[in-house]
């Protein structure tokens, strides 16, 4: 269940924020990389403090607080980028944080959340918990704000402030712009960012709620089977209805990547551009190597965060050998 907000996302908040994001944080690197014959440019979000694009969000909410919500504090829900995200901005900013998080979680997320200094209140994700009810309920019981990973028109602004670099770095605007999606919240500050370039969002096989709704032009749910993915960053049950409304009708059709072509883009990130990529921080790129989004010289592709447990992201290099 979504706590709708009164206020709706418009490109001149990603402006704002964007100009937030400048003020603290150097722009990252949009590298050049050739596939199938094609050169276009990946956006190295990886590379943020935290080691993913969830800081635009986070501090472009945060900083948007009164003084009485600041002094209450805020709460969170988060797999482990959006909770490092708001856990640095609130360290930041003198603000307590607690974030909901998957039991499943990789540890390196959830130790990391803590050592920003937010608490954590772990949620039983493969037992069918529901984190938002959790994190409502403890909005109602403490009186804090929450702050969704991607169901907060703030959020989706910040996320955009990605865009307004990337058009800065590259010149113009990209044709197109392929990006790793859970509950949209990436897709739809895109959207608002670049009005004029192609948004193609991708998710995880059986995760792919948001292309499954842009289809039927309704919000569907991720079916009760869906399978494991390895892709817990973007492994979100439903989008949001303020995300949907931003991208119904705007976004290109969405696209579902399995595990293997994941894995098989982590590892073309690490031998091609030197980066750790987390799994779903490699879905829009697994993409396009795949061959499921068309590519021309102006498209860029997000690489959203390289948060991953050691042992796992061995495993996955060795597996190609």
């Not at 995200?85 to 609130?90: I, K, L, P, R």
């Not at 390196?108 to 994700?125: C, F, M, N, P, S």
């Not at 370039?197 to 569907?220: F, K, N, Q, Y």
């Not at 072509?261 to 990529?277: I, M, N, P, Y």
Request: charged content about 20%; hydrophobic content about 45%.
């Amino acid at each position: 269940m979504f706590r709708e907000s009164p206020r709706t996302p418009t490109r001149q908040g990603v402006l704002a924020a964007a100009g937030k994001i400048a003020a603290i944080l150097p722009p990252t690197p949009l590298l050049p990389v050739e596939i199938g014959g094609v050169r276009v440019h990946v956006k190295c979000d990886s590379l943020q403090p935290i080691g993913a694009f969830k800081i635009r969000g986070a501090w472009h909410r945060l900083t948007d607080l009164t003084d009485a919500e600041r002094a209450a504090g805020v709460i969170a829900v988060s797999s482990g980028n959006h909770a490092q995200g708001v856990a640095w901005a609130a360290r930041a900013l003198g603000i307590e944080a607690a974030i909901v998080m998957p039991v499943d979680a990789p540890r390196v997320k959830i130790a990391a959340t803590r050592a920003l200094g937010a608490e954590v209140i772990l949620y039983d994700r493969p037992g069918g918990e529901d984190r938002d009810a959790i994190a409502n309920a403890l909005c109602d019981e403490r009186g804090r704000v929450l702050v969704h990973a991607y169901a907060d028109p703030w959020v989706i602004e910040g996320q955009g402030s990605m865009g307004i670099e990337i058009a800065a770095q590259l010149g113009r605007a990209p044709s197109r712009i392929v990006v790793c999606c859970g509950g949209g919240g990436l897709a739809a500050g895109l959207a608002l960012a670049c009005p004029d370039s192609a948004v193609h969002p991708v998710e995880p096989a059986g995760w792919d709620d948001l292309a499954r709704s842009l289809e039927l032009g309704r919000i569907v749910r991720v079916g009760p089977d869906a399978p494991p993915t390895i892709c817990d960053a973007i492994q979100t049950p439903s989008t949001a209805p303020v995300n949907f409304a931003v991208l119904h009708g705007r976004a290109e059709p969405g696209i579902a990547v399995t595990d293997d072509e994941v894995r098989a883009a982590q590892r073309f990130a690490f031998a091609q551009l030197r980066l750790v990529a987390e799994p779903g921080g490699a879905a829009a790129l697994a993409a396009a190597l795949a061959g499921k989004v068309p590519l021309d010289e102006g498209t860029v592709i997000t690489l959203t965060g390289g948060n991953t447990d050691p042992e796992a992201f061995a495993a996955t290099l060795s597996a190609g050998e």
